[in-house]
């Protein structure tokens, strides 16, 4: 088929077909493939060369991708589909199992494993025709229901992909606050004197309006500073699906990692594909699952970032067990001085899902007087009561919850 066939040639059914299989595979592989992004992909294929395998892939990752970072993912998956699309499926289970054979370190990279993930999965079966039994649910727990007040740390690999998908979805708002800067607003409360004269120079010096501004209201800075140290890697994991969501749903966002060093993830985390962004993240810190010192990553926040990021009433999330292997030296210094440097600190500690928590660590000791919130975070029930929290207006500074 030559690259100047007839515009309005139509694609051969099997060749459709297929085209729809492989727009099924990207979408199962987390891509925003649609119908649109198929139709042209099959009109691409009617306008080159079929015999050039270079020429077909060209055309449908132009159809079929619009941004630069899916085009990894989309790769992976052109490399399997169309040589065989029987043996690629056999190929791709065997790389499932090999990849949960080896260490981490020797792991295909989130790409490939993804393509094998929507591969091995068995969506694209017609479902059993057997009617399914009824079930009486009256006086159970619904499945959402449980999944909200599960904890972290007990949910299994399903569970998990869940809890995923719902924090997704979870909106962080933060009350308003008003700024020094004014906008123009006709039924504003603050007079314009220097726009109301000018504009009276257009009318000959009389003063027909009155220009009016209005102060520009936006929401604080939110700076999350979470630990990711052994003792919370759990927590960690899933939490940073959270942090993803609000950086990329907000603006003014500074999410910092810290164990036994401070990293800043902000920049990594502000990819919109989650996979991208995670693995970004795995390169730029050193420390996952090591130890903890607290103190030390919040003295060189305050001294390396606080100027920077706190201002114009920012709010912090410190999101930690409050374990320190330093035995909470110079921690309680740090914390007074990140304490006064925002407008609002909160504490999110997962211990505090056990209802006879009591703070004996040192670590603990040293940092609660210097918060103004103390708040569990271990399940989906959890992050939407911290949501819901910082709708609110603060309270006032120095009283704990």
């Not at 962080?172 to 008003?178: A, E, G, I, N, S």
């Not at 009389?206 to 220009?211: G, R, W």
Request: hydrophobic share 45%; proline share 7%; with cysteine.
């Amino acid at each position: 088929m030559s690259a100047t066939q007839d515009p309005l040639a139509q694609p051969h059914p099997r060749i459709a077909a297929n085209v729809m299989h492989f727009a099924r595979l990207l979408r199962r592989a987390g891509l925003p493939v649609g119908p649109a992004e198929a139709i042209a992909a099959q009109e691409a294929l009617t306008r080159i060369d079929l015999a050039s395998k270079t020429q077909a892939r060209t055309a449908l990752r132009t159809a079929m991708i619009h941004r630069h970072e899916h085009q990894d993912v989309f790769d992976q998956a052109f490399a399997l589909f169309w040589r065989d699309p029987a043996a690629a499926e056999q190929a791709a289970a065997m790389a499932l199992m090999d990849a949960q054979k080896k260490p981490k370190a020797e792991r295909a990279p989130p790409a490939s494993r993804r393509v094998a993930e929507a591969f091995a999965s068995k969506k694209d079966r017609p479902p059993p025709k057997e009617e399914p039994p009824v079930i009486d649910m009256t006086m159970t727990v619904s499945e959402q229901e449980r999944l909200q007040q599960m904890d972290f740390e007990a949910m299994g690999a399903a569970e998990i992909a869940n809890a995923k998908r719902e924090i997704r979805r979870l909106v962080l708002p933060l009350d308003l606050r008003r700024t020094r800067r004014l906008r123009a607003d006709q039924n504003g409360p603050v007079m314009d004197l220097k726009r109301t004269i000018r504009g009276s120079l257009r009318q000959g010096g009389e003063i027909l309006t009155i220009a009016r501004n209005r102060r520009v209201t936006r929401p604080p800075p939110l700076v999350v500073l979470c630990d990711i140290s052994g003792s919370m890697a759990r927590y960690a994991q899933i939490l940073l699906h959270f942090l993803h969501a609000v950086t990329n749903d907000r603006d003014r966002v500074s999410v910092f990692l810290f164990g036994t060093r401070l990293s800043n993830v902000t920049r990594q985390l502000k990819a919109r594909d989650p996979e991208v962004a995670f693995q970004m993240v795995a390169h730029a810190v050193p420390d996952w699952s090591g130890g903890t010192r607290i103190g030390e990553a919040v003295a060189s926040f305050n001294h390396l970032w606080a100027k920077r990021v706190l201002g114009q009433g920012a709010v912090v999330l410190l999101i930690t067990d409050g374990l320190d292997r330093d035995g909470a030296h110079g921690l309680a210094e740090n914390m007074d001085r990140l304490h006064r440097s925002c407008t609002r600190l909160i504490w999110l500690n997962p211990l505090l899902r056990w209802s006879g928590f009591e703070p004996k660590s040192q670590g603990i000791k040293a940092m609660l007087p210097h918060v103004d919130e103390f708040r569990p975070v271990h399940n989906l029930a959890s992050l939407r009561s911290l949501i819901d929290l910082l709708s609110r207006p603060a309270p006032m500074k120095g009283t704990q919850r």
